[in-house]
Every structure is written in C-alpha cells, then in structure tokens.
C-alpha cells in the first residue's frame, strides 16, 4: 500500500479534527464514495499549504488566504511541468466553499469566508476520440469466445456499447438488475447516486445469456454474491480493473486512442443521434441531469451535417465536374 507523505502533517492540524468532523457530515448524509473521496483530498491538499504557513485554525482563513491558495493553485506545476485543468481546479476548489459553508453553518466560524470566492467552472469539451461503428464492431471481435474470460469480456463491451452506462455503473451490476424479458437493465445508484431503467439491446442480451450459461459459473469460487460480472478469481471487478482489460483489446484492435469504457459511452451516445434518436432520450440512456451535458454528442454527431452539407452547398463536386466539361468542350471549338 502507497504511503501518504503528508499523513503526520495533515493529523497534527488544527484544521484536521473539523475536516474529519465534515467528512463524517457528508457520509451521514448519504453522498457517494467517489464524492467523499473527492472531498477528503481537496482538504487535505488546502491542510498542508495551510501548515506550510503556520494556519491551524479554520478561525484563522480569511478571503484573502483562500484567493492567495487559489492562485497557488493556478500557477502550480505538475511534475510532467503542465498546469493544473480549470477541471482539476475546480474539482479542488469546490470542496473548500463546501467545508466553510458547512463550518459556519455549525457555528465554528461567524462568517463564510469562501461564500464570495469565484471558482473556474469545469469546460465541457468535446469527447476526443469518437469511434466509428466499424471500429467498435472490431474492437468487439477482439476477445477469444473460446475461452470463458473472453465470453465474459465480450459481454462486458456489448452492454457498455448498447446502454452507455459508465465503468462504475457495469462493475455494479448484479443478476437481478438485468430483464431479459422487457429488454431492460436497472442502473442502481448511478452517479449522484440515483437509481435509472433503461433499455438493453437485443445482442447484448444475448451475450449475457450466454455468459450466464456457458461463462459466469466456471468464474464462481464460492458463495454467491450476485455480482453480475465476475473476475477470474471469483470476484467483482474493480474499476480499474475492467479499463486495463478493455484498453488492451483495443489496442489489439491496433487502436491507438485514450480511454477505454468511456469511448463506448461516447460511440453509443454518437450513433445513436445519428440514426435519429431525440436527444432527450440520449439524456435518460446517460443518467445525465442537465441536457446541456448531453448536448456536445450534437457537436460530435457530424455525419447527418456532412449529408446535408453535400446536399446543400452550391459549391458541389458534381457543379464543378459539369463546369470543367463545359470548359474543355470550349476550349475544343476554339482550337
């Protein structure tokens, strides 16, 4: 297990009793795990430049300390010598209006002094990689069928291409949470821990049938979790886990891309719009809250645009084939 160099430091702050109190604030209230986590790292990251400057108290942080610590932020340097993303910013910066809003709703403090701090808002860029339908298709040939890993890794990929769900979403999936017989699967707190139906297509169906039948039992060890997906050793997989199994069969496929799981979201997300489907209902497949989250798939959707633009624009091939013919003919009666 990898050693936390700043563990001693963050434990003997002022600042660490009233970070353990607040996360513990947030477990009581039901936030999920990836959220906690998000949380317990900003603090501690605010904790040690804090420490750096002899600030033991949250008594002592005032508005000026915060922009000074946000600035920090903004001119630090990774180790590879990048900056920090707005993202990365804003995912640390967050965190912090949350903790002092929360101490001074508990009295620790009399006044908010991150109440009036502007944060960088997250960009919603546009997906890097999309893959074509045929890409997907060969990276779904990929695995050995012969075998039961490769059974169960080809199932994994069809359901994460015909429902988009995320990684954490797949490696949760119990037997239960699948309907063959309504073509459904239930997506059981998701992110922002909310629970979604949705629909499942009918290869992917029946790849899982047969992973159920031929695969899932010769990977159970013991007893039974009901974990739909199952690791060699018998067990559920972890997230990590599953991208390193995806992203060497995509390399195989000699694809050469970042991502692994979430280029299926985004591939599923993509052709589906282009085949037609309203983008509200691209939302309901995604889980996603707003719809402007779902909106930059219509960014990256560019076929039905290119038909349009082939069919539309006067500057068409075919205009300028019939003007060079008429050109030449010219030119030979002039001759």
């Not at 719009?273 to 889980?287: S, T, V």
Request: glycine share 6%; charged share 30%; with cysteine.
């Amino acid at each position: 297990m990898r050693r936390d160099p700043h563990k001693e430091v963050v434990e003997r702050s002022g600042l660490f009793p009233y970070m353990q109190a607040f996360l513990e604030w947030t477990e009581v209230k039901g936030y999920s795990h990836d959220t906690l986590r998000r949380r317990r790292a900003a603090l501690k990251r605010l904790i040690v430049w804090c420490d750096e400057r002899e600030l033991q108290t949250p008594q002592e942080i005032t508005k000026p300390i915060l922009e000074r610590y946000q600035r920090y932020l903004y001119y630090y340097r990774k180790s590879d010598g990048q900056p920090l993303t707005f993202g990365s910013q804003n995912v640390m910066l967050t965190p912090i209006k949350t903790f002092f809003k929360w101490l001074t709703r508990e009295n620790h403090i009399l006044y908010n002094p991150a109440s009036e701090l502007e944060i960088p808002q997250k960009p919603k860029r546009l997906p890097k990689t999309i893959l074509p339908v045929e890409t997907v298709e060969d990276i779904l040939r990929q695995p050995d069928i012969g075998t039961v890993a490769g059974i169960r890794d080809r199932t994994m990929m069809e359901v994460l291409y015909s429902t988009g769900i995320r990684r954490m979403e797949l490696v949760k999936l119990t037997l239960y949470d699948v309907d063959p017989r309504r073509g459904t699967l239930m997506i059981r707190e998701g992110k922002g821990r909310k629970d979604r139906l949705i629909p499942i297509g009918e290869r992917a169906l029946a790849w899982v049938g047969k992973y159920q039948s031929e695969s899932r039992p010769a990977l159970l060890t013991g007893k039974d979790s009901g974990t739909l997906f199952l690791t060699d050793k018998g067990i559920a997989f972890r997230r990590g886990a599953v991208g390193a199994r995806i992203k060497r069969y995509i390399r195989q496929a000699g694809i050469e891309v970042e991502g692994s799981c979430h280029l299926f979201r985004h591939a599923m997300a993509t052709h589906m719009l282009e085949n037609g489907a309203d983008i509200r209902f691209i939302q309901a497949m995604l889980g996603h809250e707003d719809l402007s989250t779902t909106e930059i798939y219509t960014h990256v959707s560019i076929e039905k645009l290119r038909q349009i633009h082939a069919a539309t624009h006067p500057a068409k091939l075919e205009r300028l084939t019939r003007q060079t013919s008429s050109d030449a003919a010219v030119d030979a009666d002039t001759v």
